[in-house]
């Protein structure tokens, strides 16, 4: 954009300049004076010449913004870039991974928007799946927990095992085997 910008005001300068030249006086041998003792032919193609680079010019420009702004709504995106640990982080670093969670949950809600447009946070899918449109968005009937009373304690996974959410014998044999010889 900038190469385009000055070329646009090189051609202005040019432009005045063959202007400046055509109002001064001309010879009648058809040279215009250019200096104090010194003068040039004229040739009016290269006005013309002028023009139609100028022309040119604008048209590039203005394709160079339409591109810029299909490039800009194609590549849009909510990611920031990764920034280096500053020293309060290094300090709160579990402070520091709530937040990280936090954002990762804000990029996954707005990801699902994105994949599904009737998602809706505290929202579940009833009834099959949304993707193929055999289910909908019903909101979750959740106690003081957080926990979805009608969800089932089951997940299906991709290759068709079910397992166990709520097991009871999860985390209950977790330092059992410490200090036993």
Not at 20 to 33: A, P, Q
Not at 89 to 97: A, E, I, P
Not at 132 to 155: I, K, M, V
């Amino acid at each position: 954009m900038l190469a385009i910008e000055s070329i646009e005001t090189s051609i202005d300068k040019m432009e005045i300049s063959l202007k400046e030249h055509m109002e001064k006086t001309i010879h009648s041998s058809g040279r215009i004076l250019t200096g104090r003792k010194t003068a040039h032919d004229f040739d009016e193609s290269q006005l013309t010449y002028l023009q139609a680079l100028r022309s040119e010019l604008n048209n590039i420009r203005a394709r160079i913004t339409e591109l810029e702004k299909t490039c800009n709504s194609a590549f849009k995106h909510t990611f920031s870039a990764m920034k280096r640990k500053s020293r309060s982080k290094k300090q709160n670093s579990g402070k520091s991974k709530k937040m990280k969670n936090k954002r990762n949950v804000a990029r996954t809600t707005e990801i699902l928007r994105k994949i599904a447009p009737g998602f809706k946070e505290g929202k579940a899918c009833v009834g099959g799946n949304v993707s193929d449109g055999s289910g909908s968005w019903d909101e979750a009937d959740q106690d003081d927990s957080g926990r979805d009373d009608n969800a089932s304690d089951y997940c299906e996974s991709d290759d068709g095992r079910t397992d166990d959410i709520n097991r009871s014998d999860v985390g209950s044999d977790v330092g059992s085997d410490v200090g036993t010889t």
